[in-house]
Structure formats: C-alpha cells, structure tokens
C-alpha cells in the first residue's frame, strides 16, 4: 500500500524511533495489516501524537529538526527524478492514448508544455503524441 510523505512525515514527527525513513514505512505498514488501513493510520498518528506531547520542549525541537532534514532530502530526491521506472512506463502509455493528460500529470501543473500538447493533438494527433513522449521520456 502506498504511503502519503504526509502520512509518513507526520508518524516520523512523532515517533519515538529512530527517524529513518526506512523505519518510519515499516512501522506503519506492519500496523496496517487488519482490513481497515485508514483506521490503523489514524491509531499510527494518535500513537505518536501521544509520545510527542511526552517530549521535554528540547527534544520536540530537535524531532521537528530532524523531520525537516528529512523532509529536504525526500524532495531532493522527487526533484532528481528517482520515482519508480513504472511511473515513466504507464506515462508513456498514456502519452500515446491521451498526450495531453501525459503531460499534465507529468509536470504536475497545465504550464506551456501541456497546451503545446493540447494544441498539437487537436490539430494532428500524431505530433502531440510525439511531443508528449518527449515530454515524459
């Protein structure tokens, strides 16, 4: 099951583990085993929210530093492009199917590279397929 950095930063936040990642996504997932995953995520957060407010003010202060630091490194390593090759492969997919939904949830946003893609698929469908695969490869 795939975990939102939210989810995953908030738990990191407020656990009394050791704040690496890796820790953090074994915690939660080993306590989302039942059927209901969006209750044992909840029972994951009160948990920790719980040790949390057990801290003195000086280790709250080094946790929230310490989750920050982390923070930084997850969206250096999104911004260099270390996703899953699955994501690139079902993009290119779609790039042929419907270029400029591709592009759209390629770059996250409708910038300039999504209207050329529009654009270039409304009047020829071949070079807007084109250019949405260049966008996403």
């Known amino acids: 099951m795939k975990r939102t950095p939210a989810?995953?930063?908030?738990?990191?936040?407020?656990?009394?583990?050791?704040?690496?990642?890796?820790t953090v996504?074994?915690?939660?997932?080993?306590k989302?085993?039942?059927?209901?995953p969006a209750i044992a995520d909840d029972i994951v957060v009160q948990d920790a929210m719980a040790e949390f407010?057990?801290?003195?003010?000086?280790?709250?202060?080094?946790?929230?530093?310490?989750?920050k630091k982390v923070a930084k490194e997850f969206k250096v390593q999104k911004a260099a492009g270390?996703?899953?090759?699955?994501?690139?492969?079902?993009?290119?997919?779609?790039?042929?199917?419907?270029?400029p939904l591709a592009v759209y949830l390629?770059?996250?946003?409708?910038?300039?590279?999504?209207w050329l893609s529009l654009i270039l698929t409304l009047l020829f469908?071949?070079?807007?397929?084109?250019?949405?695969?260049?966008v996403v490869l």
Do not use: C, Q
């Open 125 to 134: 469908w071949i070079p807007g397929v084109i250019y949405a695969l260049f």
């Open 25 to 30: 996504i074994t915690e939660s997932t080993t």
């Open 53 to 67: 407010r057990s801290l003195s003010r000086v280790e709250k202060k080094m946790r929230i530093a310490e989750v």
């Open 82 to 99: 270390t996703d899953a090759s699955t994501d690139t492969i079902l993009l290119a997919i779609l790039a042929i199917l419907l270029p």
């Open 7 to 22: 989810v995953l930063l908030a738990a990191m936040l407020f656990t009394s583990v050791s704040l690496n990642a890796s």
């Open 106 to 114: 390629h770059e996250n946003a409708t910038n300039s590279k999504f």
């Open 32 to 36: 989302t085993t039942n059927n209901s």
